[in-house]
């Protein structure tokens, strides 16, 4: 354009303005909705969706804010800018909101979602908040569109866990997903050493009540010749275990004879005059005729001739 006359050349339009004929003395303003980016413009262009130009003169459109979009070619205003919904955020100068991802959500209106926090989940689309673990399971970090089983040994019998607990001593847990540890029966135990994630039968010579961490040596008297021993039997009549932890009784010697009928854990030497055989709980007195000059005799000795 011209408006002085006595020149050499024409001016450029502004940015903003435009002149679609010949010989114009000034250039026109874009009217709110259209702008125009550059010097030289023959016309102006709408404001593409997701933004907006409420004033004439506009070189550039305004973006709608993230969080929100809008869907009208040559807004005039901020108002076409409409607030994404639940589970959906838009950059600046969206014509569309998107989807928040498996593991996020979101309120609506902002311009990312935000990840599922710890002992939490989604999976899908469009949250709006994210689902708790449920007990039996957990999450140790951010932005998950599942949770974790517990694994064997482990526990939790609440949701929104970061992390399962170890089973107690004398519990167990043999599958994944356990909510509640069960209890060891009776001659068997967990501990530390063992694993959580089985019961460890005692061996012979032990035993262990339900629940028990670790298994308990029979005490002398006493013996367990099978594993998985709830308790100890008494040495039978004869028979003595000298120490605990034994699985089987032994016979006392000939000689000597089991301290009480049963339940013995030592055996008692006969006195002089007496006697026994293998596996005895009495001694016995020898017979007239006959002696034993030494405890601990195995049989009594007849008198010579010329003796009674």
Partial sequence: YDNSGGVSECAACASGEYQNVTGATECVDCE?????????????????????????????????????????????????????????YSLAGSSAC?????????????SECSQCAVGHYFSGNKASEC???????????????????????????????????????????????????????AGSISNNDTGYSSCTFCDPGHYSSAGHSQCIACAAGQFANVSNSSSCILCGTGL???????????????????????????CIGCGLGEFSSEGETECTACSAGEYANTTNATACTKCAVGQF
């Fill in 240 to 266: 003595y275990t000298g120490t605990s932890g034994l699985s089987e009784c032994a016979a006392c010697p000939a000689g000597k004879r089991a301290d009480g009928a049963s339940g013995a854990s030592i």
């Fill in 98 to 110: 998107s989807d928040c991802l498996d593991g996020e959500y979101s309120t609506g209106g902002v």
């Fill in 131 to 185: 689902n708790t673990c449920s007990p039996g399971t957990f999450a140790n970090v951010t932005g998950l569109s599942a949770c974790f089983d517990c694994e064997p040994g482990f526990h939790t019998n609440q949701g929104t866990q970061s992390q399962c607990g170890l089973c107690d001593p004398g519990d167990f847990a043999s599958g994944y997903g356990t909510r509640t540890c069960e209890t060891c029966k």
């Fill in 32 to 88: 709110s909705g259209l702008f125009s980016g550059a010097q030289n413009a023959s016309e102006c262009r709408p404001c593409a969706r997701g933004r907006y130009a409420a004033l004439a003169g506009t070189s550039a459109c305004s973006n709608c804010a993230g969080g929100f979009y809008a869907t009208t070619f040559g807004a005039t205003s901020s108002s076409v800018c409409m607030s994404c919904g639940n589970g959906e």
